[in-house]
C-alpha cells in the first residue's frame, strides 16, 4: 500500500466501520476476535452482501487479516482502530477552565486545566504552561481533572522516546536542536526541538524537562521524602519555563537548577544531551 492510500481506504464508512467491528470483537474477547464474514457483515449493518465483499477486500491483507477462524484485525489494523475508537479524526469538544487545586511548581499560581482544538492546556496565570493533543474520547471518557494524569503521561513518554532517538507519532528518527529566536509572545525563552525526519512532527521540551527523570535528580528528591514519578511535571520546578539558563552560546550549553532545595546543576548542550550532572554522575 503506497503512501497516503490507507487514509483514503479508511475514509469510506463500511470500510471503517469493519475495522471498528473487529476492534470491538477483540475487546470483547480477546481469546477469540475472529468473526465470520456473515457475523462481520451483520456487526457493520450492510444488507448488501456483495457489496460489503467488495469493501472487506479494500481492507484485507492490510488492514484486516483472513484466516480458517475468520477475519481479525492485522498490526496495522489495530493502530488505525485505536484511532478510530479513540476520535483523533473527529471534530474536537471544547471545555471550559477547570481549576485543579494545584499550585505552579514555578510560581505557586494555581493550576487550571482546559480543553481547546484538540489540545489539553494544564499552566497558571503567568504562562508557565504545558500542552499537548488527546483525542476527544479520552476527554469524553474522563474529567478533565482525571485525562491530566494522562496528559502527564503520555508526555513523559514522548521525550522518553524522542530521548531515545524515535517519533512520538510516526516512530522515524528525530534530530534534536535548540532555539532562542521564539515568538515574542511565547512563555518560554528557549527550547530544544525534536524534530521528525519522517513526518516532520516536532516536539518541543523544555529545557529541564529533558532532565526530569535523571537518577541524581530522582534521587535528590527521594532524599527529601519525595517520589518524583508521582509528581505531576507542572508541580516540578525545572520542568516549566523559565527554569534554564543559557551559560554559553559557542558551544551551546544550557543550565538547569533543580531538585527539591534548586542546588543540583545540570548543563545541557545543542543537542539536549546532558554534559554535566550533580556529582559528575552524567549519562
Known amino acids: 500500500?503506497?503512501?497516503g492510500d490507507g487514509f483514503d481506504v479508511l475514509a469510506d464508512e463500511t470500510r471503517a466501520g469493519i475495522v471498528r467491528a473487529l476492534a470491538v470483537a477483540r475487546r470483547d474477547d480477546p481469546r477469540n476476535p475472529h468473526r465470520s464474514f456473515s457475523e462481520l457483515q451483520?456487526?457493520?449493518g450492510a444488507t448488501d452482501s456483495g457489496r460489503f465483499n467488495y469493501h472487506l477486500g479494500k481492507v484485507r491483507g492490510h488492514f484486516v487479516t483472513q484466516t480458517e477462524d475468520g477475519y481479525t484485525l492485522s498490526a496495522v489494523g489495530q493502530r488505525a482502530a485505536g484511532a478510530i475508537l479513540s476520535g483523533s479524526f473527529d471534530d474536537p469538544p471544547e471545555h471550559d477552565p477547570v481549576d485543579l487545586d494545584e499550585d505552579c511548581g514555578r510560581c505557586g499560581e494555581p493550576v487550571t486545566a482546559q480543553y481547546e482544538d484538540g489540545l489539553l492546556l494544564v499552566g497558571c496565570e503567568n504562562d508557565h504552561r504545558f500542552g499537548d493533543s488527546l483525542p476527544p474520547a479520552t476527554i469524553e471518557e474522563n474529567t478533565l481533572r482525571e485525562s491530566i494524569d494522562v496528559l502527564?503521561?503520555?508526555?513523559r513518554g514522548d521525550v522518553e522516546l524522542a530521548r531515545r532517538g524515535a517519533c512520538p507519532t510516526c516512530f522515524g528518527p528525530v534530530a534534536w536542536s535548540f532555539h532562542r529566536?521564539?515568538?515574542?509572545?511565547?512563555?518560554v525563552e528557549q527550547i530544544y526541538t525534536a524534530e521528525c525526519q519522517q513526518c516532520g512532527q516536532q516536539l518541543g521540551v523544555p529545557p529541564g524537562l529533558v532532565v526530569h527523570d535523571h537518577p541524581a535528580l530522582v534521587a535528590a528528591y527521594r532524599d527529601a521524602g519525595v517520589?518524583?514519578?508521582?509528581?505531576?511535571?507542572?508541580?516540578?520546578?525545572?520542568?516549566?519555563?523559565?527554569?534554564?539558563?543559557?551559560?554559553?552560546e559557542d558551544p551551546v550549553r544550557v543550565?538547569?537548577?533543580?531538585?527539591?532545595?534548586?542546588?543540583?546543576?545540570?548543563?545541557?548542550?545543542?543537542?539536549?544531551?546532558?554534559?554535566?550532572a550533580p556529582n559528575d554522575a552524567s549519562r
Open 227 to 248: 517520589d518524583l514519578r508521582e509528581q505531576l511535571l507542572w508541580t516540578v520546578d525545572c520542568c516549566l519555563p523559565g527554569a534554564s539558563e543559557l551559560v554559553s
Open 42 to 44: 451483520d456487526d457493520v
Open 152 to 155: 502527564d503521561a503520555k508526555m
Open 255 to 276: 543550565a538547569i537548577d533543580a531538585g527539591p532545595h534548586g542546588d543540583q546543576r545540570f548543563v545541557l548542550d545543542a543537542t539536549a544531551d546532558v554534559v554535566t
Open 181 to 187: 529566536d521564539l515568538d515574542p509572545e511565547a512563555p
Open 1 to 3: 500500500m503506497s503512501d
